[in-house]
């Protein structure tokens, strides 16, 4: 993988400049690239990975893994259905896996009750899905590579040979 | 109570003094830690919980566990084209640290000399100070990027009485290491003058810009050599106190009669994390060596900018800038930087009376730490 992405997916708020001292590139070559990317697609967004168990004000939040059994469809296979399911913004990820069933989807909501009517009311009515289980996410322990818990820092000396 | 007189004059006092301000204070940034600041990886640890679980907890034979040998020697042979024999040629030590102590122990007669570099590790006069032998210290600096010359060694031959030469690449502190060709050269006044050379190398497989060459796979030189290597650095596990020396059959049976009535063995939980790490962990280790080279670039840029100049280190995890421009000592920057900033590093007079011009910083620190001591420094030579 390029370096530049490798960099950028460990921390996206790394400036152009920093890049380029970095990995030893020039900040135009760098600027060059990411705006290439960015136009690709490649670089998709740029977002913060939060742990919402550490929010104590605001709204709850729930987040749901759902098994989605479907039929598929002729000449599109999956993907007709999928964008059907997937253009909801209630659902945050949504992939097409091998194994006992067809569709892994992420949906949040702020409630059990709005993810729950979610499912219910819009996601197993649709014609093509056969069946759907649903598993409600207790705690989160690590994401996107980082672990959540916090304490897990080196316990070295501040100072030695 | 009296103490031996050779210890009592071992004692660097003010640097001591320095580290326990720095380890008294709180909310600091250090840039004065000599180990990686990653965690070992968590399979190597994964290994160590297993071996306690499943019973491991005994001594192990006084070279090491033969399993542990064998695979030493198997990994040599693949990454170096190295051939040490694991029943004779290979001795499991509590670190590079003990390796470096039964090396001039097994070797030295009282007087004999060996030459060290300057800025070198602390420990390399010490030991052989402690056993009876005489260092020669032989001085480089950030001229030619503070390397050993084969002219300065062949010079220095010139006096009687030297027996080895300790050196040490990638360098702690300066983060300078050797290309084959500078190599070759030392190499042959070692047979010149037929020097023990004891090399450690427990900085190889954070070398940046070439290939490491060890110094026994150089022509004719696997006689002459004491390869000392081990795990702290490579798969950041300072805390397992895992190394091992390799050499002629000889000294590695020398050291290890020392090395039988002092220590006995290492921990056999490090050496069973230490056989993970060969099996399975050197995929760590070039994720490891790639932050490194990122963070190199970006403390060196960021030093040179400053005007606190520092040659491009070939590798290790430190570089050696000079602060001439702060006009202070060494150790006086040190302290005031300490008080007045908040960001702690190694003075360089710790590592030879000559590098009082020079400070040593390790970049195995988060980018976030470099960024703000970089700005930190700024701010103080500003005043």
């Not at chain 2, 990122?294 to 100049?309: A, H, M, T, Y």
């Amino acid at each position: 993988m390029d370096e530049i992405l490798e960099v950028l997916e460990n921390d996206a708020r790394l400036s152009p400049e920093e890049i380029a001292k970095l990995t030893g590139k020039k900040i135009v070559d760098v600027k060059k690239t990411i705006q290439k990317y960015e136009k690709e697609g490649v670089i998709v967004k740029y977002k913060t990975v939060v742990n919402h168990d550490l929010m104590r004000e605001g709204k709850s939040f729930v987040r749901a893994l759902i098994e989605v059994g479907i039929t598929p469809q002729k000449d599109v296979g999956f993907d007709a259905v999928a964008e059907r399911i997937y253009s909801f913004p209630e659902v945050k990820s949504c992939y097409l896996v091998s194994g006992a069933y067809d569709l892994l989807v992420v949906v949040e909501g702020d409630s059990i009750e709005t993810v729950s009517n979610f499912i219910a009311a819009k996601l197993a009515p649709i014609e093509s899905v056969q069946r759907t289980v649903t598993h409600f996410m207790l705690k989160k322990y690590k994401e996107d590579g980082q672990i959540l818990k916090k304490g897990n820092q080196t316990k070295r000396l501040n100072i030695s040979y | 109570m009296q103490i031996s007189k050779k210890v009592e004059h071992l004692a660097p006092s003010g640097i001591r003094a320095f580290f326990d301000l720095v380890l008294g204070m709180k909310d600091i940034i250090s840039l004065g830690v000599g180990e990686p600041d990653f965690i070992t990886p968590w399979l190597i640890r994964e290994k160590a919980i297993y071996s306690l679980e499943k019973g491991y907890t005994s001594y192990t034979s006084n070279k090491g566990m033969p399993e542990l040998r064998k695979q030493i020697a198997h990994f040599l042979h693949h990454r170096h084209n190295l051939d040490y024999d694991p029943e004779e040629e290979i001795l499991i030590t509590v670190g590079v640290s003990e390796a470096l102590d039964l090396s001039v122990r097994a070797l030295l007669n009282p007087g004999d000399k060996v030459l060290i570099p300057e800025p070198s590790y602390v420990s390399y006069g010490p030991v052989v100070e402690l056993a009876g032998g005489r260092p020669v210290f032989l001085k480089t600096d950030i001229s030619n990027g503070f390397k050993l010359t084969a002219q300065q060694i062949d010079k220095a031959c010139a006096q009687k009485g030297v027996k080895a030469l300790m050196i040490n690449y990638p360098c702690n502190p300066t983060g300078t290491s050797y290309r084959k060709e500078e190599l070759s050269e030392i190499a042959h006044v070692v047979a010149k003058r037929n020097l023990i050379v004891i090399s450690d190398e427990i900085y190889d497989e954070l070398t940046y810009d070439f290939e490491h060459t060890p110094f026994s796979s150089l022509k004719g030189m696997r006689k002459y050599v004491i390869y000392l290597n081990g795990f702290s650095k490579a798969y950041a596990m300072t805390g397992f106190r895992l190394g091992y020396a390799c050499g002629p059959r000889d000294i590695i049976e020398a050291m290890t009669k020392i090395h039988q009535y002092t220590m006995l063995c290492a921990s056999i939980i490090s050496q069973m994390a230490a056989q993970e790490a060969l099996k399975n962990g050197f995929r760590e280790v070039v994720q490891m060596k790639k932050e490194y080279m990122r963070r190199r670039r970006f403390i060196v840029d960021g030093l040179n900018e400053l005007g606190l100049s520092c040659h491009l280190p070939e590798g290790a995890f430190y570089v050696f800038p000079s602060i001439v421009k702060a006009k202070e000592k060494s150790l006086d920057f040190a302290k005031n930087l300490l008080r007045q900033q908040k960001v702690a590093l190694v003075p360089g007079v710790a590592f030879g009376p000559s590098c009082e011009d020079y400070v040593r910083i390790s970049y195995a620190s988060s980018y976030e730490n470099l960024r703000e001591s970089l700005r930190r420094i700024k701010v103080y030579l500003q005043k």
